[in-house]
């Protein structure tokens, strides 16, 4: 079956400009995390999704970045006034939502290049 | 706080060498554990898990970690690695409350015939 899917595969933006970026997690996953790897750094928790409550945003670095999940589905995580520093790869993850215990399936993940 | 250190950010083996990747972490309670591994161009797929129960867990591909409380450690092991298993591998600690996980820094295998 298709696994968790992620657009665009590489994204090369100017400092200072917008960027979507698109996480498709597996059907009837309900819970969905978005994690950022840096060059040398491991995965940093930015924010997660579960069903139809209030998305725990604790992760995430600045109010530049936000995310939705529409229909409980689709995530598209959203970086404004994109810097440098926020070069890294992005990579989304779903479950079944049933806590810590489930299995997290990693999309590819999307390469951000800030210039 | 809650962390993850890999100590060994890069390890080369022999082909058909035995393997131990070490992981610690600081957590306040009894944490949920994990490996995942991520081969080039991968994503991350997860090679075991630990909850409660039996210290010593065993994953896939081979793979197995012994969660030892007193050192606070998961390492994981392999009797005989396999030129395949040259990838990135990730240690994670899970939240039993909340949903944030914690990932160690990772540790790049290299395998040589």
């Known amino acids: 079956g298709a696994g968790v899917s992620q657009s665009p595969s590489n994204k090369v933006t100017e400092k200072g400009k917008d960027v979507e970026l698109r996480c498709d997690p597996i059907?009837?996953?309900?819970?969905l995390y978005w994690y950022r790897q840096s060059l040398g750094q491991g995965l940093e928790f930015l924010i997660y999704f579960q069903g139809n409550s209030a998305p725990d945003k604790s992760g995430l670095p600045s109010d530049r970045f936000s995310a939705e999940r529409t229909g409980g589905s689709v995530s598209t995580l959203t970086i404004q006034r994109t810097q440098q520093e926020d070069s890294a790869v992005y990579l989304c993850?779903?479950?079944?939502?049933?806590?810590?215990?489930?299995?997290?399936?990693f999309g590819p993940g999307t390469r951000l290049t800030v210039l | 706080a809650q962390s993850v250190t890999q100590p060994d950010i890069h390890i080369t083996v022999s082909e058909g060498a035995s393997l131990e990747l070490r992981c610690n972490y600081s957590y306040g309670a009894t944490p949920y554990l994990f490996w995942y591994v991520q081969s080039p161009g991968q994503g991350l797929q997860l090679l075991l898990k630990y909850f409660s129960g039996d210290t010593l867990v065993q994953g896939i591909k081979g793979f197995e970690a012994e969660f030892k409380r007193s050192q606070s450690s998961f390492n994981l092991r392999k009797p005989s690695v396999h030129w395949s298993d040259a990838a990135e591998y990730f240690c994670a600690v899970g939240p039993n409350t909340g949903n944030q996980f914690y990932f160690g820094t990772g540790t790049s295998l290299t395998v040589i015939p």
């Open positions: 059907s009837g996953h309900t819970a």
């Open positions: 993850a779903s479950s079944l939502g049933q806590g810590a215990i489930d299995e997290q399936f």
